[in-house]
DNA sequence: CCTGAATAAAAATTCAAA
DNA sequence: TTTGAATTTTTATTCAGG
């Protein structure tokens, strides 16, 4: 589901250092959520996350 | 000279909307300064652009 | 309306080279 | 140390399909 889908990337980027959609996609893969770089990206889009630039490139 | 063409992306994304590095990089070549999206990713490193999500994707 | 697979587009990096 | 060209990587989008 898209809702809890979403509050686990919040929860996830707030917790550990994610650079890519892929690496997010693997997190929640850990946590059995099974969702796709595509649709990773959409969900950013909604969240208005950002990658922080700089050394590191994380997601915020 | 880096400074001065940081300086101007700087000056260019407070004034117009700006969504990628190739658009960032035809303003420069507008103001006769020559930049290539390479450079162009290595000054937003620096410089900490970030490219808000949600409809437009700009940088800022 | 939401998603995945495939693809396109954009951004980061590598590899000379000045 | 800075850069461009080429390449790789990452992200956004298109195009079905559930």
Redesign the interface.
């Known amino acids: 589901m898209k809702i809890s889908r979403q509050a686990m990337i919040l929860d996830i980027i707030s917790e550990k250092d994610i650079a890519t959609q892929e690496e997010l996609s693997e997190e929640l893969r850990k946590r059995n959520i099974k969702a796709t770089q595509a649709t990773i990206s959409r969900d ?2 909604e ?8 050394e590191n490139g994380l997601y915020r």
Chains 1, 2 share one sequence.
């Open positions: 950013s889009k969240l208005h996350l950002i990658k922080t630039q700089g």
